[in-house]
């Protein structure tokens, strides 16, 4: 079946550092892939998407790119602030299949 | 405003007493779930619904109940709590399972 993983955390940075969170996919077909963000007490929200290999997803400084020869999506952000600290959730979801997959998510902690 | 909407945000209860949580859309979305967070173990899917009178089982609905009458809403039963089902629980939207999944703001659950 369909499984994602991601790279556990907690990551902590110093605030204006480079930020990479890993996500590795497995899954039939042609997925759409996810990046969720979920901020302290808050619901998961999306952050950006991809529906195509080599398809870049871009929002607030953060861009992930569809590998589909490496099966990834990997977050990135090449500045991060004390306000993007929160849990990320990498996902995706077959046009096949009516549940979408969650990584297990990964902390991000930035120190100012 | 485009919303999921859960109500209680927070419930203290005890074992056995049988309680509802309440989760409605205002987007028109066809696809309504329930999730739970635990530590340590990500997002992990209970039920899913893909229209109305629909529904299936997720990852992990032993313990849980659900009911799709209406379109809007999806409200998730738990006839005899356990303290294992202490958790944080998400309903989530959208117009299909693969598209963008449209978060509540959870409601955190303790079972004493």
């Known amino acids: 079946g369909d499984s994602v993983t991601q790279m556990e955390g907690p990551v902590t940075l110093s605030e204006e550092a480079f930020l990479t969170i890993n996500c590795t996919y497995t899954?039939?077909?042609?997925?759409?892939l996810f990046w969720y963000v979920q901020y302290p007490g808050e619901g998961l929200q999306l952050l950006l998407k991809?529906?195509?290999?080599?398809d870049k997803g871009s929002n607030k400084g953060f861009e992930a790119t569809y590998r589909k020869e490496t099966t990834s999506f990997h977050l990135e952000k090449g500045s991060v602030q004390v306000s993007d600290s929160a849990v990320y959730f990498c996902?995706?979801?077959?046009?096949?299949?009516?549940?979408?997959?969650f990584g297990r998510g990964t902390s991000l902690i930035v120190h100012p | 405003e485009a919303q999921v909407t859960q109500n209680p945000r927070y419930l203290i209860t005890v074992t056995g007493k049988k309680l509802t949580v309440t989760c409605s859309q205002n987007?028109?979305?066809?696809?309504m779930s329930w999730y739970r967070q635990d530590p340590g173990l990500g997002l992990r899917q209970i039920y899913y619904?893909?229209?109305?009178?629909?529904?299936d089982k997720g990852d992990v609905p032993e313990g849980y109940k659900v009911s799709r009458k209406e379109k809007r809403n999806f409200p998730l039963i738990l006839e005899s709590p356990s303290p294992n089902q202490t958790s944080l629980y998400f309903c989530?939207?959208?117009?299909?399972?693969?598209?963008?999944?449209?978060f509540g703001p959870g409601t955190r659950l303790t079972v004493l």
């Open positions: 619904s893909m229209n109305v009178e629909v529904t």
């Open positions: 996902a995706l979801a077959s046009g096949g299949s009516y549940i979408p997959t």
């Open positions: 991809a529906t195509k290999a080599d």
């Open positions: 987007m028109n979305h066809e696809y």
């Open positions: 989530a939207s959208s117009f299909a399972g693969y598209n963008e999944q449209f």
């Open positions: 899954a039939t077909g042609y997925p759409s």
